[in-house]
């Protein structure tokens, strides 16, 4: 079956440590997305990708960073300089460019700090 | 700046009874809009979108949506509410600089189903 998988479905942070989360899709998909949602906050966009090697911040990048050194994955890393990680993080895809291709999303990481 | 209002961060209908969740779009150009939802601890799945075809959209398991650009509204409808429906619901608007850059979304309205 074609998606995305996440893992781990949680994760669990310890002061000053940095930390990735995995994104891979098999939906031949070019654009990949990470966003954070907050409880009453709805989703933050904190990274896009529109093709391998190349990455656009979003609304909330500070404290993270991701690569995409292949088309089916899209890892990212929480940082030590993210001072409130706590978080649900959900990635996404979809199939081009356009404003009206439809995301997809994976079933999403909790992120937890100890 | 492309922003989406969603009216009510909570709503409760009775099992039957008709479900409408309000949506407000802000966008500068014809926008894209999408209507997700998501169950506990799950990630996002789409009900319908908007794409200009057609004023009134239908989704996935009876939802509809209805495209009012003079109100610039989006509201999601489902004549009689099943307790399935019980889930968070997401309004989100694709308008973008030219290029896929994500969707803005709106904060959510959770959906209460009272047997």
């Known amino acids: 079956d074609g998606g995305i998988t996440q893992s781990p479905k949680y994760l669990f942070r310890k002061e000053g440590q940095n930390v990735t989360l995995s994104c891979e899709q098999n939906l031949n998909h070019d654009a990949m997305y990470w966003y954070r949602q907050d409880p009453g906050q709805g989703l933050r966009l904190i990274y896009y990708?529109?093709?391998?090697?190349?990455?656009q911040k979003g609304d909330i990048a500070e404290g993270y960073s991701v690569s995409r050194e292949k088309k089916e994955s899209f890892p990212l890393t929480v940082t030590s300089a993210q001072k409130n990680p706590t978080a649900f993080y959900l990635c996404?895809?979809?199939?081009?460019?356009?404003?009206?291709?439809?995301?997809?999303f994976g079933p999403g990481t909790r992120l937890l700090v100890l | 700046a492309q922003s989406v209002t969603q009216l009510g961060s909570h709503v409760s209908v009775s099992e039957g009874a008709l479900v409408l969740l309000r949506c407000n779009y802000s966008s500068s150009v014809p926008p894209y809009l999408f209507w997700y939802v998501q169950y506990p601890n799950q990630g996002l799945q789409l009900l319908l979108k908007?794409?200009?075809?057609?004023?009134l959209v239908k989704g996935i398991n009876g939802f509809e949506a209805e495209f009012k650009k003079s109100e610039t509204s989006f509201h999601l409808t489902k004549p009689s509410a099943h307790m399935s429906d019980a889930a968070e619901y997401f309004c989100a608007v694709s308008e973008g600089g030219g290029g896929a850059d994500g969707l803005t979304f709106g904060k959510g309205t959770h959906l209460i189903i009272q047997p």
């Open positions: 908007y794409t200009s075809a057609a004023t």
């Open positions: 990708s529109q093709i391998v090697n190349d990455f």
């Open positions: 996404a895809s979809s199939l081009g460019q356009a404003l009206v291709e439809t995301q997809y």
